[in-house]
């Protein structure tokens, strides 16, 4: 493969998309000290340090499940208020507690090292398909044809709902991914009824209005590779997600950032938890009560990061809009759209674009 320089000099131009097509790849083939300059997204190394405020860290929610579903109105009622404070303030909590076992996912992510360990020839033919909605792809960056900056990321994209596909290597990593998919479906679907309360609503609402329970699943997991210059490349720029909600756990590597008052704070795991973000459509039907966070992804030069991601949306086919009964005393902040006309809005776009402010009135 081509050195770092040589791949620098005749780098593609704005807009065409990168020649490198797995980072993990061109890293381990290069050994070179420097990264090509279409991945550089600061111009200056301090800009990665300088909003960073880590004295918020201690202070991102803590939601505890098993107390906002127990079966006493009073304990229930009371952290349904601080689920809904979480995603006001933050837009982002970690979840304990969440019933998952803990063997589960550590199993999980030690299929996804083997799997990321697989020669490329082995995993070509995920590689091969570059339409959003493929039920299995596999690639690098975000979109590489839309942006002007790559970024240092390799990934495995799966549809697991409302039909469940996977990779069918290494083997058991297809088992243990739909055990770990139908038990995250439980927790989503348990948060969206917590969601609907806080809002006024029916428990069942949001769930019964925008068919949850044959939406869309899309499972996401990340490989960041050590990266020579980790303060001048991202491994994901600032971006929303789409969907509700958004599940994340990692191999023990930080990396992620989320925006708070205007600041980047460091996200520190609590032991066993899942890291849950608001995504757009749940910023919708709340009528922007509770915001989908910006999050990004830093590197480091040192160990490979790796983090299982879990998006719980709407049915592809159905309407999104600010819930109807939110209409009665407030104007709507965002136009209806179907959701599969939103995925591929955002699937288009550059990621560091916020899709939502293109079916947001004017004014709001």
Known sequence: MASASTISSSEPTKGEASNISSIKAF?????????????????????????VADEFAASIPVIDFSLLTS??????????????????????????????????????????????DLPMEEKKEFSEKDEALSPIRLGTSFHPPKENVHYWRDFL????????????????????????????????RKLIEGISESLGLESNSIIESTGFDSGLQIMA???????????????????????????????????????????????????????????DQLEVVSNGRYASVLHRAILNNKDTRISFVVVNGPAKDKEIGPAPQLLDKEKPVFKSIKYQDYFM?????????????????SGQ
């Open 157 to 188: 994209k799966v549809i697991t709902s409302p039909h469940f596909n996977f990779p069918h290597k290494p083997p058991g990593y297809r088992e243990v991914a739909f055990q770990y998919s139908r038990k995250i479906n439980v927790v989503a």
């Open 27 to 51: 890293a381990e083939s290069n050994g070179a000290s420097l990264i090509p300059s279409n991945y550089h997204s600061f111009t200056e190394p301090h800009h990665i340090i300088d909003d």
């Open 221 to 279: 997991v990340n490989f960041y590779p050590p990266c020579p210059q980790p303060h001048l490349a991202l491994g994901l720029p600032p971006h929303s997600d789409l969907g509700f909600f958004t599940f994340l756990f990692q191999n023990g590597i930080g990396g992620l950032q989320i925006k708070h008052e205007g600041k980047w704070v460091n996200v520190d795991p609590l032991p066993n938890s899942l890291l849950v973000n608001i995504g």
């Open 345 to 361: 809005l955002q699937q288009n776009s550059r990621l560091s674009e916020r899709s939502l402010d293109q079916i947001r009135f």
């Open 71 to 116: 079966d006493d109105p009073q304990i229930h009622d009371n952290h349904v208020h601080q689920l809904a404070k979480a995603c006001a303030q933050w837009g982002f909590f970690m979840l304990i507690n969440h019933g998952i076992p803990e063997s589960l996912m550590e199993e999980l992510m030690k299929k996804s090292q083997e799997f990321n």
